[in-house]
Every structure is written in structure tokens, then in C-alpha cells.
């Protein structure tokens, strides 16, 4: 009995695999994009027209915000996907159920995750070949690594500031800091700008940094990222002497705390590279 | 036994700021000869360390004495300090802070414990509507109904903040929901000592009364008990110490359910014992806690909270079962 069941089981998954592989072949003309980062790579491919709905959190380039809203990561609208009749869904490699609905909807969907830095570049070129647009996606990507590769060459032989990257904080406190550990594409940018990371050893994401882990690695450069709107000078200044409270800080003992704000940071598409510019050029301000 | 308590605690005090998870030196840490702002051993101790175990102390205690003060008023063992809503209404502040509200406030001061505070009397207030509806005393069911509706309803409200809310503000909501005693300066625990100072005036006068309130109203008015008064008394120092714990470090759970429950075990059900004992106790078993959460995964450092339930439940029920035999 049992074995029988598992054969069937068996066929049922050989069969929808076997319809989502032929699906798969076709060359997508209506993709909707849940994930900001590979919306901003099909723009940057030249192929955006093709894309008809994306994500809440879509707002670059500035063509998205005509287009359809499906929600999002964690609530993604699948009545409103359905309703767009899409011929290719580019989903988050976590969306399971998301998936398990498109797959029984058999629309055909192209699951993405991002990890690492050159995790990017083969991204793009996966989704290019996907949707029928190599040539252009592979240029993209080839020159993403020539300039990432500028970067580097920049500050190959400058001395590497041990940074701190942080990611989030209480507002106004020095409370419950979210720091880049030494694993993922922030990290690796980081590396790539000249700096040495100051949690580079944990290889984690992000992680939950106490005032005395951070007194404790004595960090010479502060990178805060900043998401969305740019707040003004006065805060800027203000959320820069919260640091005040470690003076013991080279970073704060130098002034080398800075706000970078932007969502460049926290999209892994093509503006990495910008960002990473930019990390370089707070770290590195004289090198040229 | 109130004594062994207190000695305990002062032990955990004193212990405490030795550990952590970096390695400091205890000379260059109290070497005079260099300045504070260049002395990094001295920063962590100071800065990093000793708030901690002060806010951990505090926190403990208020918890756990809030803790006991429910049980005997609501006359029920599964009361804590959540019971009432009043943990709910000060997360409730801080998510509005955290979402919609500039960090720092004229004068300076940040904005989250201070909102999230508001928000524990701004729960305390319904609370304390639905205990004088009835004009005639409080009626301990009506508390503790209430008391779920407003967590569940509270709940919803975190989750619609949340909900209408971005990615990195969410983030910062999900971290403080975790709690956290790491509070990096001497500020908001000097805030948090007011409405604490306030709650430990209203417990001294509890200690006999809950003695008798516990066996039940009727029983405790026949023996010259203001019952009204002393048991607003109760409601009001539990939720003021509730709400700055909260606004403190953030919600940090079963500590003020399990160790009343310890403490009873030990030393009986007096509450001129239990009362000063729980609080002694959970003071020390929250620095505990934390210095276990501070080296147990060195570099890294665990949100106090896990430990507080790994640590606490397996140690209940070896209390009890120890007990039963």
C-alpha cells in the first residue's frame, strides 16, 4: 500500500515538474516582479517593458510606480497575480506557498535568492537567459564585475579600517545595533570598498551587537545605512552623536561616523555598484 | 531567609560585571592614570556592564514582585505581570514610537521608553476603569477578563502597526518585542527608578493584607482589611512596576510568573516573606540569567528572554518535583 502511494506521489511530482519544465521554456512577455532587487535587474537589462505588476516596496526606476502592486514578500497578493494572467512570476526562494499556488495555477515562476555579492552578477545572467535577453543581460553583468573589479583595484593598496556596518538601531539610543557579520552581499561590498570588517569572523548576515561586543572590537569607521528617505542635516548630525556614549571609539574619537542613506543599500540589483562606490569613497575619501 | 536573599543578590551584583563576552582587565579597568575616554576597560565595565546588571536587578525584582502582587489579588497561580494588559500597553508605545515618532524628544531624551511607559498607564488607566465599574469593591473576574480582552486587543493594534509599517521599521519592532537588558547608558534606568520608587512604596504597605486577601475578600474585610483601598493599592503598584520594567528592557517573559512560584516553594506561602523575598530573588535570577545569556555564545550574545524559559523552566520543575517527594 505504502509503496504504491509513493509511486503515485512519485508521477504526480515527475508531472508537474515535466509541465512547469515545459512551461519554462517559453519566452516570458508578462513578468511580475515580487522582488525589488530583480525588478531593477530587468529594467537594467533593457527588458522592463515585458514586466506588468511588481512588489509594494518597488520604487526604482521611477517607470514601476505606473505598474501593478502584488504585495509583497511576507503577503503576497495571489488573486491579484492571477488576475494579471502573468506568463512568468519571479518569486523569493522562501515564498513555498506562494510557489505551490503558481505551480497549481501552472504559471510558470523563477525562484531567486540573494546571498552573496557575485551571487548577483549570476543572478542577472540566469534571469536574462530566462527571459530570452542574454546577450544584454551578460553585459550588465560582465560590466558590473569590471567596475566592482575598479573598485577594488582603487584601494588595493590603501590600509583596510576595520569598519562597523550597521544596519539598524533604536531610534536615539545606542540600543539593539544590527550589524553586517561577515557573510552576505553588504559584507562583501564592504570588503570590496577597502574595509575590514569589524565582526567579519562571525559569519552571520546580521547580528544583534551589545555595546560592549562593539566596545570590545574598537572599531575605526562607522557605516550606518539608512533606508528611504534621506533625513535632514540636523538629524543626520543628531543620530551621529548618539555614538558619543563609546568615546573610547576610534571611530568616534576620528569623527569617522558616517550616515549613508539610500536604498541602493539594502536592493541587491544593479546599484549595488554605485553603493559600493560609495563606500569606498567614505572610506577612502583622499585615494585619488 | 529574606537575609540569604539579600546576600545572594549583593553576590550576583558584585560577580556579575566580571563576566561578559569580551575579557577585560580589572587594574587598567580602575587605572586612574588614563583618561575614561581613552580606557576601554573601563568603558566596558562601566558603560557596558554595570547598567546591565543594574537594569537586570531592577527589572527582576519589579517583575517578580509584580508577579506575586497579581497572584494573591487576582487570587489565581497563573497571574504574571502580562496578565492585566499593561506589558501590551507599554509594547504598544513603543512600536507608535518606534514607527511614527522622532527619536529623541526636546530636552534630548529618547522616545521609545518614554512612550512605551505612557503606554503601560495609558493600559493601567482601562484597567483601573473596569476595577471601579462596580462600586462596591473590584470583582477579580471582571480584572481578569478584561485584563485578556485588552492583551488580545493590544495584540491586534501591534499587529496592524506593524502590518501598515516598512521593512527596516518592523525589524526595529521585532527586536524590541524581544527584550533586551542591554541598555548602554545610565539614563533610561534613572527614568525607570521613579515609577519603580513609586510601586515599592505601595508594596511596603502590602505584605499583611495580601496575606489576607488571598484567602478572599469577605474573609479579609471581617479581619479589618480596607479591601478597596488596599487592593488599588495592589493593582496600581504592580502595573507602575510592570510598565517600567517593560519600558526598561522590553518584554521579558516568564520570570514574573515562575518566580513567585520558586520563592513560595522555598519559603512558604507569608507574604511578609514572599513579598521582599521574590523581589530579592528575581533580581538575582534575572543577573543570572543574563551573564548565561552574555557567555553562552561568546562572541555573540542571546536576547535574555530565551534563557529566562530554557533556565527557569527545567529549575521550577525540579522545585516542585523535589517538594513532592
Known amino acids: ?288 | 531567609m529574606t537575609g540569604a536573599f539579600g546576600a545572594l543578590l549583593i553576590l550576583m551584583c558584585l560577580l556579575a560585571p566580571l563576566a561578559g563576552s569580551t575579557t577585560i582587565s580589572l587594574v587598567r579597568a580602575f587605572d586612574r592614570s588614563l583618561p575614561f575616554a581613552d580606557n576601554v576597560d573601563a568603558q566596558i565595565l562601566f558603560i557596558a556592564r554595570l547598567p546591565r546588571v543594574l537594569a537586570a536587578a531592577l527589572v527582576g525584582a519589579s517583575l517578580a514582585a509584580a508577579g506575586v502582587t497579581f497572584q494573591a489579588l487576582l487570587r489565581n497561580p497563573l497571574a504574571a505581570p502580562e496578565t492585566l494588559g499593561v506589558s501590551m500597553g507599554a509594547s504598544v508605545g513603543a512600536m507608535i514610537a518606534i514607527t511614527a515618532m522622532p527619536p529623541r524628544l526636546v530636552g534630548g531624551m529618547s522616545t521609545v521608553p518614554l512612550a512605551a511607559f505612557a503606554g503601560s498607564v495609558a493600559a493601567l488607566g482601562v484597567v483601573y476603569l473596569l476595577s471601579i465599574a462596580r462600586s462596591r469593591g473590584m470583582s477579580t473576574t471582571v480584572l481578569l477578563l478584561g485584563g485578556v480582552v485588552l492583551t488580545t486587543f493590544l495584540g491586534a493594534v501591534i499587529s496592524f502597526v506593524q502590518y501598515l509599517s516598512d521593512y527596516t521599521q518592523t525589524a526595529r519592532m521585532v527586536r524590541w518585542l524581544m527584550g533586551s537588558l542591554d541598555v548602554g547608558s545610565y539614563e533610561p534606568i534613572g527614568l525607570a527608578l521613579i515609577p519603580m520608587a513609586i510601586a515599592a512604596g505601595g508594596y511596603a504597605t502590602l505584605p499583611r493584607t495580601l496575606d489576607l486577601l488571598s484567602l478572599g475578600a469577605e474573609s479579609a474585610a471581617s479581619r479589618g482589611v480596607d479591601v478597596v483601598r488596599s487592593e488599588r493599592i495592589a493593582l496600581v503598584s504592580a502595573s507602575l512596576s510592570t510598565g517600567a520594567a517593560v519600558s526598561l528592557a522590553g518584554p521579558i517573559g516568564f520570570l514574573g510568573i515562575v518566580v513567585p512560584h520558586m520563592v513560595r516553594l522555598l519559603v512558604g506561602a507569608d507574604h511578609r516573606v514572599v513579598l521582599p523575598g521574590a523581589a530579592l530573588f528575581g533580581a538575582s535570577f534575572l543577573i543570572g540569567c543574563d551573564v548565561i545569556a552574555r557567555r553562552a555564545f561568546a562572541p555573540l550574545e542571546l536576547p535574555v528572554g530565551i534563557v529566562t524559559a530554557i533556565i527557569g523552566g527545567p529549575f521550577f520543575l525540579w522545585l516542585v518535583l523535589r517538594r513532592a517527594r
Open chain 1, 1 to 288: 500500500m505504502k509503496a504504491r502511494a509513493m509511486k503515485r506521489l512519485l508521477i504526480a511530482v515527475l508531472l508537474v515538474s515535466w509541465r512547469v519544465a515545459a512551461a519554462t521554456e517559453a519566452t516570458p512577455h508578462r513578468i511580475v516582479s515580487i522582488i525589488p532587487a530583480v525588478t531593477e535587474m530587468i529594467f537594467a537589462i533593457g527588458e522592463g517593458s515585458r514586466v506588468i505588476g511588481v512588489s509594494s516596496y518597488d520604487h526604482f526606476p521611477p517607470q514601476v510606480e505606473r505598474l501593478d502592486r502584488v504585495g509583497g514578500l511576507l503577503d503576497p497578493n495571489v488573486e491579484k497575480i492571477l488576475s494579471l494572467k502573468p506568463d512568468l512570476v519571479i518569486v523569493y526562494a522562501t515564498q513555498a506557498e506562494l510557489k505551490a499556488r503558481l505551480a497549481r495555477a501552472s504559471i510558470p515562476y523563477y525562484s531567486y535568492e540573494h546571498r552573496e555579492l557575485a551571487d548577483v552578477m549570476q543572478t542577472i545572467r540566469a534571469i536574462g537567459a530566462r527571459i530570452g535577453a542574454t546577450p544584454a543581460a551578460n553585459r550588465l553583468a560582465s560590466d558590473m564585475e569590471q567596475q566592482l573589479d575598479d573598485v577594488r583595484r582603487s584601494v588595493a593598496r590603501l590600509p583596510k579600517p576595520k569598519t562597523l556596518l550597521v544596519l539598524g538601531r533604536e531610534p536615539g539610543s545606542l540600543r539593539r545595533i544590527n550589524v553586517s557579520g561577515g557573510y552576505g552581499f553588504l559584507h562583501d561590498m564592504l570588503v570590496t570598498a577597502g574595509g575590514a570588517n569589524a565582526f567579519g569572523d562571525v559569519k552571520q548576515q546580521s547580528i544583534d551587537a551589545t555595546t560592549e561586543m562593539i566596545l570590545g572590537r574598537q572599531p575605526e569607521v562607522i557605516l550606518e545605512l539608512r533606508y528611504g528617505e534621506r533625513p535632514d542635516a540636523a538629524a543626520i548630525t543628531r543620530e551621529i552623536r548618539d555614538w558619543d556614549a563609546l568615546p573610547s571609539l576610534p571611530a568616534v574619537r576620528d569623527h569617522r561616523v558616517y550616515i549613508l542613506s539610500g536604498n541602493e543599500f539594502v536592493v541587491p540589483g544593479p546599484r549595488l555598484v554605485d553603493a559600493t562606490w560609495r563606500f569606498a569613497d567614505t572610506l577612502h575619501p583622499n585615494r585619488h
